[in-house]
């Protein structure tokens, strides 16, 4: 199947730092990918649509000021989350659509991070 | 109202044993796809199988089917042959409208230990 990276695996840091996340599809184009956020023993909760050239779309009660995405091409978009406190600490799954008749969504690895 | 529902938060099967994950779907779309999902303890989505929602035959991927009963809104998964590997969170999922790149709405997941 199609490929999609994450980088980094998995990340520590100091509360009130940032931290971007990277999401690359490797063998195809994704005009769009998903972000996802996913608390211990739960189910992945959609945070924002990411589309290629334009704003993403942020699900409600996800804020758009601290969780900052951008999709500047057809391979890459990255979340960054902005002041970063010990509540953001979760798994952050992106995805994207391969394409074809079933539209077939392909995920990263997935992030975790840690906010101390 | 959820639009996915997984009533089994957790499973037991015995290893070499057929076991049978619940999932039920609520939309009025008549064009959707179902997926399911397997995220081991790494963390990392992998997509198992896909049911159309015109398909007319329910979908087979190897030691996994898909018993799609469309009038009951209802995509079980069934895994045969248990291996101790099948060991995991299982997510059922579904996007609306065939074709489209819409985002996967998931359920909340169903955790599965093979004994062996």
């Known amino acids: 199947g199609a490929v999609v990276s994450q980088h980094p695996s998995w990340v520590i840091c100091k509360s009130g730092t940032s931290v971007k996340i990277e999401c690359r599809s490797l063998d195809f184009q994704a005009t769009t990918m998903f972000w996802y956020r996913q608390f211990p023993k739960q189910s992945l909760m959609l945070m924002a649509t990411s589309n290629e050239g334009s704003k993403a779309t942020y699900e409600q009660g996800v804020e758009k000021d601290k969780f900052l995405i951008n999709h500047a091409s057809l391979t890459l978009s990255t979340l960054t989350v902005t002041s970063a406190h010990p509540e953001d600490s979760s798994f952050y799954i992106c995805?994207?659509?391969?394409?074809?008749?079933?539209?077939?969504?392909?995920f990263g690895p997935g992030t975790r991070l840690t906010v101390l | 109202a959820q639009k996915i529902t997984q009533t089994q938060p957790g499973m037991f099967v015995q290893e070499k044993e057929a076991v049978t994950l619940d999932c039920t779907y609520d939309?009025?779309?008549?064009?959707?796809?179902l997926f399911w999902y397997k995220q081991p303890s790494s963390g990392e989505m992998i997509f198992l199988i896909y049911q159309g929602s015109y398909d007319q035959q329910n979908a087979t991927e190897g030691r996994y089917s898909l018993n799609f009963q469309k009038a009951r809104k209802s995509a079980n998964l069934v895994i045969s042959a248990s291996q101790l590997g099948d060991s995991a969170m299982y997510f059922c999922?579904?996007?609306?409208?065939?074709?489209?790149?819409?985002?996967?709405?998931f359920g909340k997941g169903t955790k599965l230990s093979v004994k062996p």
């Open positions: 939309t009025s779309d008549p064009s959707y796809g």
């Open positions: 999922a579904m996007r609306e409208g065939l074709g489209s790149q819409g985002n996967l709405i």
């Open positions: 995805s994207a659509i391969h394409g074809g008749n079933r539209n077939e969504q392909f």
